[in-house]
C-alpha cells in the first residue's frame, strides 16, 4: 500500500513540476499570465508544506520561481527569538529550503538534493520578514544532471544574500550542495 501511494505522489508531483515549469517559462504581464503564475507558486508552496511540514509552520513560502531560480521569504513574526528579532533557525531554513525546491523542480525524480554543509553570517539582526534568491544558471544545471549521471553524484554551491523588508542585507550565507542519483 505504501508503495502505491509513493507512485501517486510521485505522480502528482511529476505533473505539478511540469506545469510550474510551463507556466514560469510562458511569463507574461497579462491577468491571465499572473494568475496563473500565482496560482503556481501556491501549489508549489502546498507541495513544500506537505514535503516539509516545518517550513509551512514556520511561515516559509516561495515568491518567485523559473527553471533554476528561486526567491523565497520567511516572516518574522512565528520566528522571533527572545530578544524580538528572526531567530537563527529561521534564517538557516530560509536559506537552505530553496535548493532543494529548485533540485526537486529543475532535475527529474532520478535524483535527490543532499546537503554537505551550510555557513551563515550574521550581519544585522533582523527586524522583519526576510527573503533570500538563488539562481543556477540553465547551463549549470544541465552540467549537473550530466556529471550526476555519469559519476551518481555533482556537487555545487549556492551563495545568498538574506534581505530585510528595506533591502538591507542582514546575512549572507554559502552551502555545499550535491545531487546525488536515487537509489532505485
Not at 4 to 29: C, F, G, M, P, T
Request: aromatic share 10%; proline share 4%.
Amino acid at each position: 500500500m505504501q508503495k502505491y501511494l509513493h507512485s501517486i505522489n510521485d505522480n502528482v508531483q511529476a505533473k505539478l513540476k511540469n506545469w510550474i515549469e510551463h507556466v514560469s517559462e510562458q511569463q507574461d504581464r497579462s491577468v491571465t499570465g499572473k494568475f496563473n503564475m500565482s496560482a503556481a507558486l501556491r501549489l508549489l508552496n502546498i507541495m513544500v508544506g506537505r514535503s516539509i511540514p516545518f517550513a509551512s509552520r514556520n511561515g516559509f513560502k516561495v515568491i518567485d520561481f523559473r527553471p533554476g531560480y528561486i526567491k523565497a521569504l520567511i516572516p518574522l513574526k512565528p520566528n522571533r527569538n527572545h530578544f524580538n528579532a528572526m531567530y537563527a533557525g529561521a534564517l538557516f531554513t530560509v536559506t537552505e529550503l530553496p535548493a532543494g525546491i529548485i533540485s526537486s523542480i529543475c532535475f527529474d525524480k532520478r535524483f535527490i538534493p543532499i546537503l554537505k554543509d551550510l555557513k551563515i553570517d550574521f550581519i544585522h539582526v533582523a527586524k522583519s520578514d526576510v527573503t533570500v534568491e538563488f539562481e543556477i544558471p540553465p547551463a549549470q544545471l544541465k552540467q549537473l544532471e550530466s556529471e550526476a549521471n555519469e559519476h551518481g553524484k555533482s556537487s555545487f554551491v549556492l551563495e545568498g544574500e538574506i534581505k530585510d523588508l528595506d533591502d538591507v542585507v542582514v546575512a549572507t550565507s554559502y552551502a555545499n550542495y550535491q545531487i546525488r542519483l536515487r537509489n532505485s
